[in-house]
């Protein structure tokens, strides 16, 4: 339905913007392309995500939605460049501009964007795309209300610059919208930590466990959206075999009830006490 509702007023706004020759307009319309091109890119992604791992993709294909995320966020930056280029030439040479079509055109657009808005929300937290989709309606929402405010400027009173403005300000909520999705996309192919996963915690939380006497490597990341993996070699007493299948259990169920790291591969390795006296030589 989303998909639907901005590919009609993609072709509206696309119409409207040539006819009437507003910057704002086809900026907007500019930014819907890109949207729905994201959304489609989307689509293949997902699919593709879910097909099996095999042969040399031993993860599966699921980074495919982070690759398709960070691509979408770089289109965005050099659609706003593209606009806000346009935007400046048009402060040094304005255009005539049919004020009542852009009016008309930049109220529908806020009408169907609170819809998609109200569509998306839910969504959007367990979806890095999803959320990049989430944001691009509520910067198109907020330059749908730029657009209204340029197109009563130029309707009552001919102030053919407030729509290179509103095309400065659709530049900008597209830029903001784009930076957080590049951002959050870079941080997942770098192999960052989530950000809202406190690293020295989960360590503390693996050495509080009975029988655990050190943490020596520890790597977590995330696959995909909601997908986070976690690798650690930890250092224990003494155990009997069975002893250490029960602390891995253990350590499983804590890792997802805890911090809801759902996959997590742990080493375990016994302890040596000359490892630790050797380091405190080095550092005496």
């Not at 919208?177 to 930590?193: C, F, G, K, Q, T």
């Amino acid at each position: 339905m989303v998909l639907g509702l901005r590919s009609i007023f993609f072709v509206v706004e696309l119409g409207v913007g040539l006819i009437s020759h507003s910057l704002s307009l086809l900026a907007g319309a500019g930014h819907l392309l890109s949207d729905l091109v994201a959304l489609g890119l989307t689509l293949l992604a997902t699919k593709l995500a879910q097909r099996p791992a095999v042969g040399q993709a031993t993860f599966g294909y699921q980074r495919l939605e982070i690759l398709v995320a960070l691509l979408n966020g770089l289109a965005l930056i050099a659609i706003a460049l593209f606009i806000a280029w346009e935007a400046i030439n048009r402060f040094q040479s304005p255009e005539p501009l049919l004020g009542l079509p852009m009016l008309m055109v930049a109220g529908l657009g806020f009408v169907i964007n609170s819809l998609n808005i109200g569509l998306l929300h839910s969504d959007s937290y367990h979806d890095l795309n999803l959320r990049g989709a989430f944001l691009h309606v509520i910067a198109d929402a907020a330059s749908s209300v730029g657009v209204i405010l340029a197109a009563i400027s130029v309707y009552y009173f001919n102030w053919l610059w407030a729509d290179a403005v509103a095309s400065l300000l659709v530049a900008c909520l597209i830029t903001l919208s784009a930076i957080p999705l590049v951002r959050d996309s870079l941080r997942i192919l770098m192999e960052y930590a989530p950000h809202n996963l406190d690293v020295a915690k989960v360590e503390a939380a693996l050495s509080s466990l009975a029988g655990v006497r050190q943490v020596q490597k520890l790597h977590i990341w995330t696959i995909t959206s909601g997908q986070v993996t976690l690798c650690a070699q930890l250092a224990v007493e003494s155990l009997s075999a069975q002893e250490r299948d029960r602390l891995l259990f253990q350590l499983q169920n804590y890792l997802t009830q805890e911090f809801g790291i759902s996959e997590s591969t742990v080493q375990i390795v016994a302890f040596d006490e000359s490892d630790v006296v050797s380091v405190e030589g080095i550092c005496n």
